[in-house]
């Protein structure tokens, strides 16, 4: 789930999805659409999904790194400052964008993806009751692969707004 590209617009026609299977190697190739800023020790990418708008994923720049803990106390440092950098860009756009922006998750699982990488999720106060205070994915699965919330072209001023932030 990562997202945008380094020329600031969305890819969502791309027809070579080749990038989706090494996200890391094509974020340091330069071909992963979703990337949209080069950041200390990773990059950072718009999430494939938007149900919640501005959702964003930051990629480690270390292919061999699984965990945080794999990364020395340098890079580990540069990378959670990448963190807290995106977090709060993501925070500062989104309140902008919409009033009823209450604040942002910030999560390492890495249980689906084998490479570290952050999930930055916005959270709002139109959410539906049951999810509003729990985890973002508590959603139904539906969510994840509605394609009204896709990643696409309507997102990219919101995508503009977190990169000038950063």
Not at 1 to 9: A, C, E, K, L, W
Not at 117 to 141: F, G, L, M, S
Request: hydrophobic share 40%.
């Amino acid at each position: 789930m990562d997202s945008s590209d380094s020329s600031g617009s969305s890819d969502s026609t791309d027809s070579s999805e080749a990038w989706r299977g090494d996200k890391v190697g094509a974020a340091l190739r330069g071909e992963n659409p979703r990337v949209f800023a080069r950041l200390p020790a990773s990059f950072a990418a718009m999430g494939d999904t938007q149900f919640l708008p501005g959702y964003c994923v930051l990629l480690t720049d270390d292919p061999a790194a699984t965990r945080l803990s794999d990364l020395s106390t340098a890079a580990r440092r540069d990378y959670m400052d990448s963190v807290a950098a995106l977090a709060a860009a993501v925070e500062g756009a989104c309140a902008a964008a919409d009033p009823a922006f209450r604040r942002v998750n910030i999560e390492i699982l890495g249980n689906a993806s084998p490479y570290l990488h952050t999930h930055i999720w916005p959270r709002y106060e139109w959410e539906p009751a049951d999810v509003v205070r729990r985890p973002v994915w508590v959603y139904p699965i539906e969510r994840w692969h509605e394609p009204a919330t896709a990643l696409g072209p309507q997102h990219d001023p919101l995508r503009r707004a977190i990169a000038e932030r950063l």
